[in-house]
């Protein structure tokens, strides 16, 4: 199949960069890097021309509850950067912890990547340093500073003291 | 400071009366000429995300169907698909031949709507109401079939509600013949018309290198040649089954993307006729489990604006842990950005409205800065104006 050998090609061109490579489907890749080798990783998707940009999107994986007091793992975010060639879907995946969720921008190398990059910043409260409109998108423009609906800590409005708990 | 006294801001929205959808765009203009343009979105905003994550897979699918109500089908097929890879299960192609049905019928009446609307912003409203009249031809078809004019409701996890039945293939054929008579018409006004042209030719051009560049997707990428259609590249449901061909288009301007929605009724209609002349047996549903195995999916379909790419993570449970929707207008906002500078203000709203923007399936929108005077704008205003200008 055409994807294999485009999935192929992605471990190449990232392989000084990712930490871990994994294959949740057969047209796909995932690779997790750290912060400070995303830009870099980008660019070289982009030099190499392996597809676009398609979605950027944040995922919240909190400390899941143990049998005992202590949870197992520490809880964190996650930015997802999926980019698509033909069916081959490559991943870039950047975990960060609650309490410096810092994100480089990549609009310096895919200028589209801006409006995703908002979009994280507001409903994950992943910052992303450097992106060059860090104004709100989506939400309103009373919704309280500091709220991340997409947090799974958040419950609604009326609570937001649940929200200022993880940092 | 000294320079932005000489810009002059032109706000519009986000209440216009003639898109229907809440948007708010602000142009900075030198004179006649647009200079830049940003976006602010969020006025009708929802929180979909968010719901899902609560709600169960099945209540999930009918969430989703709702979150546009053009492309009401896309949505619901590329959930359920990403859900059935999750659960492992395969669905027969009878049920991937009816979902490809709906996915094309619902390209002809998405088409269908965004000419009407377009013609309209540019003063045409002769050839919007042609087209509107017409796509009561398809509408008629979605009804006959699903029972319903917009939201078909035509999935469930694991297949779809209802067959098709000889009478209703008889029907549909009939509308399609007649609907293909009329897309030639369009075709031939879009040409041919010299006022029209006067419109969209070297309007709002965009050459390949800037269209992969701003990573624009759907019928806005394909007219400036770019080679990027879901349904080629990956193909899903019965697509397999019923190649399509892809529509491409090098003029890059708005013309370029009347031609390629135009010219794409004509695969519709092509593949429309086939699954209905050739409906292949099989059962219509599969039983999946109520939890849905742990795990992440990536679910790209075609909507008729674009790739629409999913993201679905279940946990294992009965609710999935995290949906990601990325709808294809999103993309295509940040063209317009780029596309604007250097137009003429009365160019404008058929400029947005070449992307075909959807707002509820994406809602977002364009704001500028840099100025110590504006001027409010209504969007029917700006329409006025820019038929007014090229009287």
Redesign the interface.
């Known amino acids: 199949m055409e994807y294999e050998t485009f999935i192929k090609d992605a471990e190449d061109i990232l392989k000084k960069l990712g930490k871990d490579f994994q294959h949740p489907e057969p047209n796909r890749l995932d690779v997790y890097i750290d912060r400070t080798d995303l830009l870099a990783a980008a660019q070289a998707i982009v030099d190499a021309k392996w597809g676009y940009l398609s979605a950027l999107s944040g995922l919240d994986c909190p400390a899941p509850k143990a049998e005992g007091q202590q949870p197992v793992e520490a809880g964190h975010l996650e930015a997802l950067y999926h980019f698509c060639r033909m069916a081959a879907v490559t991943t870039l995946r950047v975990k960060v912890p609650y309490n410096d969720a810092h994100v480089p921008s990549i609009c310096s190398v895919i200028p589209s990547a801006t409006l995703y990059e908002r979009e994280l910043m507001e409903l994950f409260g992943i910052i992303v340093d450097d992106t060059p409109i860090p104004d709100r998108l989506v939400l309103a423009d009373e919704w309280p500073e500091g709220v991340y609906p997409l947090r799974k800590s958040f419950t609604g409005l009326d609570v937001p003291e649940r929200a200022a708990q993880e940092s | 400071m000294q320079e932005s006294k000489e810009k002059f801001i032109v706000p519009i929205g986000p209440q216009h009366p003639a898109l229907k959808e809440p948007g708010h765009f602000e142009f900075t203009v030198d004179g006649e000429t647009v200079t830049s343009a ?5 006025f009708v ?1 929802r ?1 979909i ?2 719901m899902a ?1 609560s709600r169960t897979y099945i209540q999930n699918l009918y969430l989703f169907e709702r979150i546009c109500g053009i492309c009401s089908h896309v949505h619901a097929t590329a959930f359920a698909s990403g859900v059935e ?1 999750l659960a492992g299960v395969t669905v027969s192609p009878r049920v991937k031949a009816i979902r490809t049905l709906f996915l094309e019928l619902e390209r002809i009446q998405s088409h269908l709507l965004w000419l009407g609307v377009a013609a309209h912003e540019g003063g045409f409203d002769t050839l919007f109401m042609y087209s509107w009249r017409d796509r009561e031809t398809v509408m008629d078809i979605h009804e006959t079939i699903s029972g319903n004019r917009v939201h078909h409701s035509v999935n469930l996890i694991g297949g779809v509600k209802f067959d098709i039945t000889p009478e209703q293939v008889k029907k549909s054929l009939k509308g399609l013949d007649f609907l293909e008579e009329r897309a030639k018409y369009y075709e031939k006004v879009v040409t041919t018309d010299e006022t029209f042209l006067g419109r969209t030719r070297n309007v709002g051009t965009m050459t390949k290198e800037q269209a ?4 624009a997707v759907g019928p806005t990428a394909r007219a400036s040649g770019v080679q ?1 259609d879901v349904r080629v ?2 193909p899903y449901a019965g697509y397999p089954e019923y190649p399509v061909n892809i529509v491409l288009d090098e003029g890059g301007d708005l013309s370029a993307r009347f031609i390629v929605r135009i010219k794409e009724l004509y695969e519709c209609f092509r593949i429309c006729r086939e699954i209905l002349k050739n409906l292949p047996e099989g059962e219509l549903s599969v039983k999946v489990p109520r939890r849905i195995p742990a ?4 679910s ?1 379909v075609e909507a008729p604006r674009g ?1 629409l ?1 999913y ?1 679905i ?1 279940s946990n294992g449970g009965e609710t999935p842990e ?1 949906v ?1 929707v ?1 709808t294809p207008s ?2 295509n ?2 063209t317009i950005s780029s596309v604007a500078v250097g137009h003429k203000l009365a160019d404008m709203p058929m400029l947005l409205v070449g992307i075909d923007p959807c707002f509820s399936c994406n ?2 929108l364009v ?1 500028v800065r840099q100025a110590n005077t504006s001027q409010t704008m209504y969007w029917e205003d700006l329409r006025k104006y820019g038929v007014e200008y090229y009287k």
């Open positions: 940003t976006i602010r979105l969020g905003h929180g995300e968010k994550e890879k992969t560049v701003l990573s990027r590249e990956s795990g992440e999916v990536v790209r790739e790419f993201f993570k995290r990601k990325r999103l993309c906002w940040s809602d977002r704001t």
